[in-house]
């Protein structure tokens, strides 16, 4: 268990849909990446969040967007949904975001879009 | 664009053997490397990190090697073993990019034989 947690675990949505993504680093981690795996693409950084800040944005579409609240949980936004959407979504974070990069990784957020 | 990648998407080795999983990466400017694991149905897991400055880092049962000159990065593993068996992705990033987010790989699956 790497203390990072992501709900929901499973996510069916039809295409144009919305929907949010949670994940709640492990405590005392500052920092928050979510990435994007796919059987094409494999794992992409999509975006990075610090303290609140966003830090560095990665292969994120327009479509999508992301925050960090003060409790230092972070949601990712996917809106208009297309088939190709569909994708393992996994949140990271480390303690500063600066060396060391030991990320840790939560179980992830598999949507399927139909 | 430059990316990381992997020689070999599948390698199988006998139980008790020694594993050697490569990785080639193309940004030369890259300065800090990370092995990831990722068994099915789990978030990738931290193995070990070695920062451009280093040709060689050991941990438990593991080594990483890095050879700059042709941007060659291995992942040995001592003595396989069955809960060895998951898929395991190289990673790069350059700390001087601005963005944390790491660069990952496609990915080898290593497959243990009894």
């Known amino acids: 268990d790497s203390g990072v947690t992501q709900t929901p675990k499973h996510l069916i949505t039809a295409t144009g849909q919305r929907v949010t993504l949670r994940c709640s680093p492990r405590?005392?981690?500052?920092?928050v990446y979510w990435y994007q795996q796919s059987l094409d693409q494999g794992l992409q950084f999509l975006i990075q969040?610090?303290?609140?800040?966003?830090?560095a944005k990665g292969n994120i579409l327009e479509r999508f967007s992301a925050q960090q609240f003060p409790d230092l949980h972070s949601e990712l936004n996917l809106s208009s949904l297309e088939l190709g959407d569909s994708a393992l979504y996994f949140c990271?974070?480390?303690?500063?975001?600066?060396?060391?990069?030991?990320?840790?990784f939560g179980p992830g957020t598999r949507l399927t879009v139909t | 664009g430059e990316s990381v990648g992997l020689h070999l998407p599948t390698l199988s080795v006998q139980e008790g053997d020694n594993s050697i999983i490569n990785c080639a990466y193309s940004?030369?400017?890259?300065?800090?490397f990370i092995w990831y694991k990722q068994e099915s149905g789990k978030g990738p897991q931290f193995i070990i990190d070695?920062?451009?400055?280093?040709d060689k880092r050991q941990g438990q049962r593991v080594t990483v090697l890095l050879n700059k000159t042709v941007k060659h990065l291995s992942l040995q593993i001592a003595a396989t073993q069955p809960g060895d068996s998951a898929v395991y992705f190289c990673?790069?990033?350059?700390?001087?990019?601005?963005?944390?987010?790491?660069?990952f790989g496609k990915g080898t699956h290593l497959i243990i034989q009894p």
């Open positions: 990271a974070s480390s303690v500063s975001g600066r060396p060391p990069y030991e990320q840790y």
């Open positions: 405590s005392g981690d500052l920092s």
């Open positions: 969040y610090y303290n609140g800040e966003e830090r």
């Open positions: 940004n030369s400017a890259s300065d800090y």
């Open positions: 070695i920062r451009s400055n280093m």
């Open positions: 990673a790069e990033i350059y700390s001087g990019g601005g963005a944390d987010g790491l660069t």
